[in-house]
């Protein structure tokens, strides 16, 4: 694993971005919130994520220059096209549109249909979180799980998050439907090791920690077995029916083609009746419950969602953000 | 078990409640939602949840006139003190309320603080589906659940409710952040069962599948491991924060007390930029995608959640609903 500074990543992969027709603009965001990716250390999903992201490129599943396009609104409530812009620029776009509505009226949503891929979910968390906000906000995706009581993947992973506002850091859940993603699933099989609990049915249909017999079957478990599978029915239907657009069903099954997909982005003020101090200390208080609470293993306190983030990403600022060899050797030469 | 007319139970559970101190008109519409769980296959929280839940006005933890109190407003976004009154009828009123609020401004939030056990969570998204809205609610509850990595019960079962309007019957999703309640554990265990997924460590801290085993280590298992235990984390926090309100770790480990907590219901009006014939069309082909789908056991298809509600409800309308002879000769001698 080699270490680059972040400002030459986001450089490389701006320049990258500007040679497929971005605009300098949008190519340095865009690039930015690939290398942020990276740096909050969600490897799966930032530069590791980027040569798939030129595929959906250069064969036309992400329309480089288009941007979100207001259909509809209502007081808090808006409908807006994608029109099959970049997802990441988007659902940026789309949380900031949220979170307006939510200064205007306390609470906002917004449904965004004919979107692609928005890489790390979280990144909308933590932008809603900064801008001292709630942020809700969950994606369809391709048909990856078989729903509870079938062998066949017809329902998504389709990940939520929710973000908290806190002064000592926000405090950032994103959470896919699936027990163990595709990918964790072959970083497992390539070590050679079980996972650390059931993730899915093997070919018997017996429940399984053995990787590769879950990547055989196609059967990964969503999260809670039936319930997680009814999450990810709600999130998939809400996401549809608001954008009018493509439920998971209607969506390819090959990532490079995912494309169209619907979501939806709340933001919840919790200072719109002003100035509240108490706000910050109910967190503070739950966040020291966990804590305080008995580990079990001795000196592995909880950890509260995204706890660790904060560190990650000061350690690969200063280091510079880990990139995979082959894949930046990719880069370089894209 | 019997089997008693749907309108005797209410009068019964309405005349108990009458001589507790209950209003005609309250008494009445809290039986109703009694009955109505319990008519709709929720067999815990409706009838023979009944005789705690005199418990807890005899206690004085429900204080039987109070009324939820609007603290502030902004837009969509309003604050309630439950003032400790009745959490069913406190959680049917703030329904209403998110509901008016998503008439006026497309969305409506409600955080509830100083509220009681709502009962059965479902309702209230069963409200809002049958209002043409979508429902999203939750609520904290008392200590019941060890977060992932800790042996110490200090986060909630924090149940949360997703409801979709649909003509051919909603589809609504109730799920507490626990795999199994205490209550299907002590069923499990009285019929000498294994549960059919691990529920929970015993007290050497093995995942196991006996309910007896985990009564006894107090460690049920949140949903998805880890993930459940995130979301509880965040639900508690977000209703905490909004309310002003308690958090689970503030709240009694005795569930007779387990009063003063905290709620959130968001409705999503579908159609508020017009009738929209294609909102039914998308869940109907969600539904149908589903039930197309191969199913893990022949002639067993997937369900959606909420699916078997109205064939239940139907069956109990007509045949009675089924009491525990032992709740009944309670209620009738209360």
């Keep these: 694993m080699n270490r680059i500074p972040f400002e030459e990543v986001q450089q490389q992969l701006a320049r990258v971005l500007c040679k497929l027709g971005f605009s300098v603009d949008r190519a340095g965001a865009s690039a930015r919130l690939f290398a942020e990716t990276t740096c909050d250390g969600v490897y799966t999903h930032g530069i590791n994520r980027f040569p798939r992201y030129v595929a959906t490129i250069r064969n036309g599943s992400v329309v480089i220059d288009a941007e979100p396009k207001r259909l509809a609104g209502f007081g808090a409530l808006e409908r807006w096209d994608g029109q099959h812009g970049p997802g990441n620029l988007n659902a940026l776009a789309m949380t900031d549109r949220a979170l307006a509505l939510s200064r205007e009226h306390g609470v906002g ?7 692609n891929h928005w890489m790390r979910g979280g990144t909308y968390g933590w932008q809603a979180a900064e801008a001292g906000s709630i942020g809700i906000c969950w994606t369809n995706t391709m048909p990856n799980l078989p729903p509870w009581g079938s062998v066949e993947r017809v329902i998504g992973n389709n990940p939520l998050v929710v973000a908290v506002p806190r002064a000592a850091g926000p405090v950032v859940l994103d959470m896919a439907m699936s027990q163990f993603s595709y990918g964790t699933l072959e970083s497992y099989r390539k070590r050679d090791q079980l996972l650390p609990v059931d993730g899915g049915f093997d070919a018997d249909g017996n429940l399984t920690r053995d990787p590769a017999a879950i990547e055989k079957s196609w059967r990964p478990l969503p999260v809670g077995y039936w319930k997680g599978s009814g999450l990810s029915i709600v999130l998939d239907m809400m996401a549809a029916m608001m ?20 979501q939806m982005f709340l933001a919840i003020n919790p200072e719109a009746f ?3 101090p ?3 200390q109910i967190a503070d208080e739950i966040i020291a419950s966990l804590h305080n609470a008995k580990p079990a293993t001795a000196g592995k306190p909880v950890r509260y969602p995204g706890e660790e983030t904060l560190r990650i990403r000061a350690e690969n600022r200063e280091l510079g953000l880990p990139v995979d060899p082959a894949v930046w050797s990719e880069i370089l030469s894209t």
């Excluded at 949503?109 to 979107?115: E, M, R, S």
């Excluded at 998971?248 to 995912?258: G, N």
């Design 274 to 276: 002003g100035p509240e």
């Design 243 to 262: 954008t009018l657009g493509q439920a998971t069903h209607q969506l390819s099954h090959d990532p490079v083609f995912e494309c169209g997909i619907s």
């Design 109 to 115: 949503c917004v449904a965004l249909g004919n979107t």
């Design 278 to 280: 108490r706000i910050t």
